[in-house]
């Protein structure tokens, strides 16, 4: 059984950090490369950021570029999100996603939620 669950979601004031997390099991996470998104009621869901499969490059959009870091253990199956000087408009629901790096497969996590708020 699949699953990917996500966590460290919260209310943070603004310029603070949080730091998310996503356990995946159920597939071999060594060979999928992981996304963060998050998406806000009434717009589509937007790439946060991407790890390859191995750790070894990482993609961000600009908006969230020095501010936020994407990096995975293996070895825990976990690809975490640490956010960083946060702004208001981060809130949002933030969900990873695997992406096979061998075929088609992907999965998604069930979101959680941020919110950055004073």
């Known amino acids: 059984q699949v699953q990917l669950v996500e966590s460290g979601g919260g209310l943070v004031q603004p310029g603070g950090s949080l730091r998310l997390s996503c356990a995946a099991s159920g597939f071999t996470f060594s060979i999928y490369h992981m996304s963060w998104y998050r998406q806000v009621p009434g717009k589509e869901r937007e790439l946060v950021a991407n790890?390859?499969?191995?750790?070894?490059?990482?993609n961000y959009a600009d908006s969230m570029r020095g501010r936020f870091t994407i990096s995975r253990e293996n070895a825990k199956n976990t690809v975490y999100l640490q956010m960083n000087s946060l702004k208001p408009e981060d809130t949002a629901v933030y969900y990873c996603k695997a992406e096979s790096s061998v075929g088609r497969r992907s999965y998604w996590g069930q979101g959680t939620q941020v919110t950055v708020s004073s």
């Open positions: 790890i390859h499969s191995n750790g070894g490059s990482t």
